[in-house]
Nanobody
């Protein structure tokens, strides 16, 4: 079993920055992809960013240029640096893990096997 624990959420003013982290523990995989999703109140969960085993990245259009995903394989962590935050970025942010090397479809929830509990990000106007 894999445990994913997110941290770093909080309240920030529009234009500010936050850095989310996700730590993986338990069962390990030699190759895996990581993703970030978010869910705003009353909305479906949506893709934010993904990073594959070789650190290739993919972003949703809504965050491209403002958010940066990175990973530290030695520590089994993935981070999401969020800059120029907007009120519409307010959501619960989830990290997810997808074992293997396949990167296509990393924007789909169904591609991921393991999920964290989420961390709240609130951006005030």
């Amino acid at each position: 079993q894999v445990q994913l624990v997110e941290s770093g959420g909080g309240l920030v003013q529009a234009g500010g920055s936050l850095r989310l982290s996700c730590a993986a523990s338990g069962r390990t995989f030699s190759v895996y992809n990581m993703g970030w999703f978010r869910q705003a109140p009353g909305k479906e969960r949506e893709f934010v960013a993904a990073i594959n085993w070789s650190s290739s990245t993919y972003y949703a259009d809504s965050v491209n240029g403002r958010f940066t995903i990175s990973r530290d394989n030695a520590k089994n962590t993935v981070a999401l640096q969020m800059n120029s935050l907007k009120p519409e970025d307010t959501a619960v942010y989830f990290c997810a893990l997808r074992p293997g090397i396949t990167f296509s479809g990393n924007n789909r929830e169904s591609a991921y096997d393991y999920w964290g509990q989420g961390t709240q990000v609130t951006v005030s106007s």
